[in-house]
């Protein structure tokens, strides 16, 4: 375990941290990518992580950032939204079936073709909610590091080549007016940032993914919808954001993972090109189902980074609450079924240890 940082050392950290970011948050956007501020600042931050360099955010402008990011995604919640809600449960029944076959085929592949032991290829196969996922695998026989490196790999790859994919796409949907600004600004400005942090505060105690900035976003959203406020955000907030999302998305691996992402790469990458095309089929049929935009199912269905896609969704005129909403009932589905699928998983290792023992 890493010692904590002096706060000269801490200060030292976060502007080295800040820099790195920045530069290629910058390098993005010069060349021209696509969402550079995300991409550029987690491709640079990565790097720099493997490298070894100590990577370093506050936990308070980590939740500052999220209820931040919370509040502008809900603003782009609008009445003619909820007229949306209707067509929602075929999506979800969709969502359903995306979650058990990219499970299902990732975990066959780990299982019978690399000989993975059931439980660590479980908790590799699940797609998304990977604190809950790592809590839950903590309290088995599960590989944690493999586990860790699978994840993380598909993480990076989902954010690095999904956002291109969705540059294109966005270019077509249908876009979201965001609000313009008001006459009461002062006092519509307190209204939301109060609602935003009450909701981030219900969010957090709800312990659910990304709960700081949902209950942000669906407080914020509340407000917008009610007519409380109307005042414009400014997207340079989302910008800053995306650049600290990069900063968390980056740092989740470090110099101590470099011989296991060498030994476990050909395995997460063959693990990630299944499972997304898995998901993508499922993608398909939502939106043959539901006559959703593509840009807007993709969003929805992608498996993982609730916080990230959100904000993307924002960024490209596509409506967040339905991204955000099917982001929290995947967690749910997972949070519900794993324990028990854990528990028969657990048995089938121990009987295969006990038949390897005999034999």
Request: charged share 10%; glycine share 8%; hydrophobic share 55%.
């Amino acid at each position: 375990m890493s010692r904590p940082l002096s706060l000269k050392n801490s200060l030292f950290a976060l502007l080295l941290t800040f820099l790195i970011a920045g530069a290629g948050a910058a390098i993005a956007y010069l060349i021209g990518l696509p969402i550079p501020f995300l991409l550029g600042s987690m491709c640079s931050v990565t790097i720099a992580s493997l490298s070894g360099v100590r990577i370093y955010l506050p936990v308070w402008l980590r939740n500052a950032v999220f209820i931040m990011l919370g509040i502008q995604a809900g603003s782009g919640v609008r009445p003619e939204t909820l007229s949306q809600i209707g067509e929602w449960p075929v999506s979800f029944l969709l969502l359903f079936v995306m979650l058990v076959t990219v499970t299902g085929c990732t975990f066959m592949l780990l299982r019978y073709v690399f000989r993975w032991d059931a439980q660590t290829a479980f908790f590799s196969s699940l797609p998304g909610a990977l604190s809950f996922v790592m809590a839950a695998a903590s309290e088995t026989r599960a590989d944690l590091v493999k586990i860790t490196i699978i994840q993380t790999v598909r993480l990076l790859l989902l954010i690095g080549l999904l956002a291109p994919v969705l540059n294109v796409l966005g270019q077509s949907a249908p876009h979201i007016d965001f609000v313009a600004s008001s006459a009461n600004m002062q006092r519509e400005w307190l209204a939301l940032f109060v609602a935003g942090c009450a909701g981030a505060l219900v969010g957090h105690y709800s312990r659910l993914p990304g709960g700081m900035m949902l209950g942000a976003l669906l407080a914020s959203a509340l407000v917008y919808v009610t007519g409380v406020v109307s005042v414009r955000v400014p997207p340079e907030m989302a910008d800053f954001g995306m650049v600290i999302l990069g900063v968390l998305i980056g740092s989740r691996v470090d110099a101590r993972h470099r011989g296991a992402i060498l030994n476990y790469l050909p395995v997460a990458l063959l693990a990630f090109v299944i499972g997304t095309a898995t998901a993508s089929a499922v993608c398909v049929l939502a939106w043959l189902a539901t006559g959703l935009h593509p840009a807007q199912i993709a969003l929805a269905f992608a498996p993982g980074a609730l916080e990230a896609l959100t904000v993307i969704a924002f960024s490209l005129g596509v409506d967040p609450a339905y991204v955000a909403s099917h982001h929290v009932v995947r967690f749910m589905m997972i949070a519900i079924f794993v324990p028990f699928l854990a528990r028969s998983l657990k048995k089938m290792d121990e009987k295969q240890t006990a038949a390897q023992v005999e034999f």
